[in-house]
């Protein structure tokens, strides 16, 4: 998995539409004023690169990404 903050501006329409897409993907937004949206999406490398992809034309400011994390699943360590 992987964490990403992905900054995105809008107004009026475009705003609307960057909440509806971050809806879809599961992202929640850490941040927003009137201008702005900060959104942190977790998951898979292609989900937040398809997110990216989506957003851009909506207005894409700025992506921190962490990189991926992995934990094997069970009760035994790596």
């Known amino acids: 998995r992987e964490l990403a903050l992905v900054k995105v ?3 009026g329409e475009k705003r609307v539409e960057a909440l509806r897409l ?22 898979r490398a292609n ?5 990216i ?9 700025e992506v921190c990404r ?4 992995a934990m094997n699943r069970g009760k035994e360590g790596m």
């Open 9 to 11: 501006k809008g107004k």
């Open 47 to 51: 989900k937040i690169d398809q997110f």
């Open 22 to 43: 971050a809806e879809a993907f599961g992202a929640t937004v850490a941040d927003a004023n009137t201008t702005h949206f900060v959104f942190e999406i977790t998951g």
């Open 53 to 61: 992809s989506i957003v851009t034309p909506l207005g894409l400011v």
């Open 66 to 69: 962490t990189g991926i994390a």
